[in-house]
């Protein structure tokens, strides 16, 4: 069973960096898409970023330029992490990682089948 854990988040002031991880095994067989979601205060979750086994990485317009997802694997063992920059207060929220099997051609959390307990991210203005 595949089981992500984050951590990394914390409180921040607008402008500052922090960096998340997500450590993830048991991806046996498999070759999977491995992201970031996040939850803000009112909304639903919403795809941050995701980097397929292939190396293809998506980003949500709102953070492109300011977040970069990076990965390593060794093929059943994952390691996940997302250099947050310039952190602006719309960036609070709940971030989830979670992966699914197959391409990242899906933005819908409904497609990812393996979720991690989140990691809070807060950032004042």
């Known amino acids: 069973q595949v089981r992500p854990v984050e951590s990394g988040g914390g409180s921040v002031q607008a402008g500052g960096s922090l960096r998340l991880s997500c450590a993830a095994s048991g991806f046996r067989d498999m070759r999977p898409c491995i992201g970031w979601f996040r939850q803000r205060p009112g909304s639903g979750r919403e795809l941050v970023s995701a980097i397929s086994s292939g190396g293809t990485i998506r980003y949500a317009k709102s953070v492109k330029g300011r977040f970069t997802i990076s990965e390593d694997n060794d093929g059943v063992n994952y390691s996940l992490w997302l250099q947050m920059n310039r952190l602006e207060s719309e960036d609070t929220g709940m971030y989830y990682c979670?992966?699914?099997?197959?391409?990242?051609?899906?933005?819908?959390?409904?497609?990812?089948?393996?979720w991690g307990h989140g990691t809070q991210v807060t950032v004042s203005s």
């Open positions: 979670a992966a699914r099997e197959g391409f990242c051609d899906s933005l819908l959390p409904a497609d990812y089948t393996y």
